[in-house]
């Protein structure tokens, strides 16, 4: 042990050793992994240590594909054997649903270059004798799925990791972690104490305990998970071969081959925690007691799906544990609020997603920059909310117990909810409204209005029943909401829709170095006093850190709007960039709050509130400026002129409590012009008509500003900016696809991203996000398609143009063309009005 090192990590799992391998690969050599006990000793000894690379998170899909593509080449490179063997799996449908879905996701795997095929009953029993195919609709089977040995995966990395100049310290635990005044870290440990200049906690079932030493809590919590191992089976004595691996989603069991018996897990609907706050420190290389009452339906279910099973008897139980974040994914990343500190844990699938982690977090702690667009991995996409205990313990038995259960694109999961609510959350429920959920706030989707039973599938209202009683169908298809929401798009375009603006984050930057900070930080140029503008934002290498706006309330006083979920995340960057003294920087998000009002009525009912002229003369699109609004109680709101939608619009925003004197003003005004509350849903259908892309589907880590467009708001001339050589040389060298508006033939469903569309039957790009547009009649998409195709069709004549693709929208093949310019205003003129 030296008493200095560049980086520790803390735990000798698949991950910490994984991480470990990929620093020292990387070139960072002065590095240990310090560890408790021995390596394995957490979650890792007793897993299945089955892999696939299948995510429903496309960047996460492709990062597992690393994993599994690094296991032959660390047992070269470390000689050590990895136990590899590459069996192929088949996720299994007993539902018409369920097949639909994985004709969904088979298509969806296309556009991520990963061949999946689609399997009958009868070639499920072939590959794997041991399934009784009664009830099958088919399965989706994927050859790079299989099992390691837990064991010598992990040494494997850590050999090779040892063989490039890592130290590893093992028995001996980290007592605690003391910041040093230059950044780096005292590490405490049993041995005593090192001085690193990063940390990393990757100490699975204890990282909780770990993040507790540094003042942080983690949304992160142990769960225990079953699985059983069988005797010989007879049957496969004849099979000369391994049976392909199973996961029946309906039966909420997974089979492995294992020597010539089976590995028989269960993700049972009655989940249980175990030692919440992390593992003892005392907890050793242990089995939780089987609770195999407990699992029983589960069981019951897979023995009758794998019946040859109940012939033989169980050789072992294995009750263990792991850890669960509440969407399941790991959290990766420089903590928030800390220098120099590291996470990698919350991981559930490391024998999937190790080397992903290994690799994007060591990039990031060496380049600055994960080289991956990993935001469903960031621990920055989480806030304080998310470890509040009840929270957690909720949400992460919610995603346990529903990990085989299809999720709709239009389902709303309960658990941890409410948790945030907007001041006028109670007056929306009472118009209607049904809530999603964004980072813990409730969100409007839709208003259930009138007469609202009996709306059918194609948005026809029925006859009779009553708002209250509106229970959505959870389909992948059009829903029986489609009728609320087309009257809200229909109210935006004709009259005026507003939308609860608590979903937006907003950020006060002011002093006397306010103006030349957000200088370098945006890459457009900084609007002038009473101006707003687009603001794309640039990490170091030049692709997209957001898509904000910028507005200049006085000559050091600015507002940035983004999303509000992105909070943390943008937080960690603003802050990470902040220089010492000049510049305040103030997160408005939930002390400010307010509505974004559009439609062609938008100017008649704010005009009546305010002194200003609102003319175009005196407040032209793109404005913005304080004003008062007149309540019953007088509001000074912040008010910036432009819209989502297309319409004209304003956003209006005024301190948190005042928002429902807000909302009185404005429908005093608005409703006898046909004002109405507009959810998340309208707003899809409304951008999608204009073409406008959003954070998060066009617009991600790994987006260009000239893959998307934003180019255009990006000032190259105005001097130097974070990530200017970066877009500089994207334009010298463009991408090789771009965002383009498609419309699409698909009568009862809509894209919803990351469906592939071809030409003639070959891939020339992807979807980023789908809806109708009830306004135009059509419905669309945007989608990156290859530059050459897009320049090709340019050449003919009309509205749209080119040779006629196709896009797989759940699954089925629907033509679709490429539209010339947005489907409705193209020209912004009713943005200008
Ligand atoms: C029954 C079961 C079956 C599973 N099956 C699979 C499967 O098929 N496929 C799959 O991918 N995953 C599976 N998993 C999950 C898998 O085990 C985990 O994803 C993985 O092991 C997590 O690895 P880790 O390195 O993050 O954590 P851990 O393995 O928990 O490692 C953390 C390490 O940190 C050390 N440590 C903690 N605190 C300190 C400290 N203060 N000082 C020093 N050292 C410390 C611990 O001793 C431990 O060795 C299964 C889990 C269980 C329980």
Same mark, same amino acid.
Request: charged fraction near 20%; aromatic fraction near 8%.
């Given at each position: ?203 699975? @079932? ?134 120099? @500190? ?340 309208? @707003? ?150």
């Amino acid at each position: 042990m030296k008493p200095h090192y560049k980086v520790v990590v803390i735990g000798g799992g698949i991950v910490g050793t994984s991480l470990l391998y990929h620093l020292a690969r990387f070139g960072w050599t002065d590095i240990a992994l310090v560890e408790r006990a021995e390596l394995t000793a957490g979650s890792t000894w007793h897993a299945a240590a089955g892999f696939h690379a299948l995510n429903d998170d496309p960047n996460i899909a492709a990062l597992q594909g690393y994993t599994i593509r690094l296991y032959d080449e660390i047992e070269r490179e470390s000689g050590q054997s990895v136990g590899m063997h590459m069996t192929g799996g088949i996720s299994l449908a007993a539902s018409d649903e369920r097949w639909q879905m994985l004709k969904a996701e088979r298509a969806m795997y296309e556009t991520m270059d990963m061949e999946t095929t689609l399997v009958t009953p009868e070639q499920i029993v072939e590959m794997c004798p041991l399934v009784d195919p009664r009830g099958l609709k088919g399965g989706l089977y994927d050859a790079h799925e299989g099992y390691v040995d837990a064991h010598g995966a992990t040494h494997a990395f850590a050999i090779a990791a040892r063989q490039r100049g890592a130290d590893i310290l093992l028995r001996n635990r980290v007592l605690g972690l003391e910041p040093r005044a230059d950044g780096h870290w005292d590490v405490i440990t049993e041995q005593g104490r090192i001085i690193a200049e990063h940390v990393v906690n990757a100490a699975g @079932l204890w990282a909780r305990r770990v993040g507790r030493m540094t003042g942080v809590e983690l949304p992160v919590v142990p769960m225990s998970h079953h699985y059983l191992v069988t005797d010989d089976v007879p049957m496969l004595a004849t099979l000369g071969r391994e049976f392909v691996s199973i996961t029946d989603l309906e039966g909420f069991t997974y089979l492995q081959p294992l020597g010539k018996g089976a590995l028989l897990g269960v993700y049972e609907r009655d989940p249980r925690h175990w030692s919440p706050e992390g593992a003892p420190w005392d907890y050793g290389m242990d089995l939780l007691p089987p609770d195999v009452e407990r699992i029983l339906p589960e069981l019951e279910i897979g023995y009758a799906r794998f019946p040859a099973l109940a012939e033989v008897g169980i050789k072992r139980w294995v009750n263990g544990a792991f850890t669960f974040t509440p969407d399941g994914n790991p959290l990766v990343g420089p903590v928030p609020g800390k220098r120099n @500190l590291w996470v990698a844990c919350g991981c559930m699938g490391g024998f999937s997603q190790g080397s992903a982690i290994g690799l994007t977090l060591s990039q990031w702690m060496i380049h600055g920059d994960p080289g991956h667009d990993i935001f469903g991995m960031d621990v920055a996409r989480y806030g304080a909310f998310a470890s509040g205990e009840d929270y957690l313990r909720d949400t992460t038995r919610q995603f346990y117990a529903r990990r085989f259960v299809i999720s709709y694109p239009n389902e709303e999961l309960p658990a941890g909810r409410p948790l945030k609510t907007s001041p006028v959350h109670d007056t929306l429920a009472a118009e209607g409204a049904r809530f999603g959920v964004s980072w813990g706030m409730e969100t409007p989707q839709y208003f259930v209005t009138g007469d609202a039973a009996g709306v059918d599938a194609s948005g026809g209202r029925g006859a009779t029943g009553a708002a209250a009683a509106f229970v959505e169908t959870l389909t992948m298809r059009r829903s029986n909401a489609l009728g609320f929401v087309a009257d809200e798009v229909r109210a935006v375009r004709e009259a005026a829709g507003m939308f609860d603006a608590s979903v937006y984050a907003r950020y006060e930057v002011s002093g006397p170095g306010a103006a030349a900070w957000l200088d370098r930080l945006l890459a457009c140029r900084l609007p002038a006093i009473g101006r707003v503008r687009l603001a794309p934002m640039l990490g170091h290498g030049g692709k997209l850190m957001g898509d904000l706006t910028v507005s200049r309330l006085a000559a050091d006083r600015f507002w940035l709007i983004g999303s509000y979920y992105l909070q943390e995340w943008h937080g960690r960057w603003f802050r990470d960039l902040l220089p010492p003294q000049g510049v305040e920087f103030k997160n408005l998000s939930d002390s400010w709050t307010g509505f974004a009002l559009s439609g062609p009525r938008a100017r008649d009912i704010v005009q009546p509130l305010v002194a200003r002229d609102l003319s175009n003369a005196s407040f032209p699109f793109m404005s913005c400026g304080e004003m008062q609004i007149a309540a019953r109680t007088p509001l000074t709101a912040v008010v910036a002129r432009l819209s989502l939608t297309g319409e004209l619009g304003y956003e209006l925003y005024v301190p948190a409590a005042s928002q429902p004197a807000l909302l009185e003003a404005l429908m005093s005004t608005g409703r006898a012009l046909g004002l109405r509350h507009i959810g998340n849903r309208a @707003l899809d259908s409304l951008r999608l008509e204009k073409s406008y892309g959003i954070w998060s589907t066009e617009f991600t880590q790994s987006t260009t500003p000239g893959m998307c467009g934003l180019d255009r708001h990006v000032a190259f001339d105005k001097g130097d900016f974070i990530g200017r050589e970066g877009a500089l040389r994207e334009r010298e060298t463009p991408s090789s696809r771009v965002l383009v508006t498609l419309a699409i033939d698909a009568t009862d469903a809509d894209a919803s991203g990351f469906e592939p569309v071809k030409l003639d039957g070959r891939l020339v790009g992807y979807t980023t996000s789908g809806a109708y547009g009830h306004h135009v009649g059509q419905s669309l998409a945007l989608a990156y398609v290859d530059r050459d195709v897009v320049a090709a069709a340019g050449a003919a004549a009309g509205t749209s143009f080119g040779a006629p693709l196709t896009v797989d929208v759940i699954g089925e093949t629907r033509a679709a063309r490429i539209l010339r310019e947005a489907a409705w205003d193209p020209k912004g003129m009713r943005l200008r009005d």
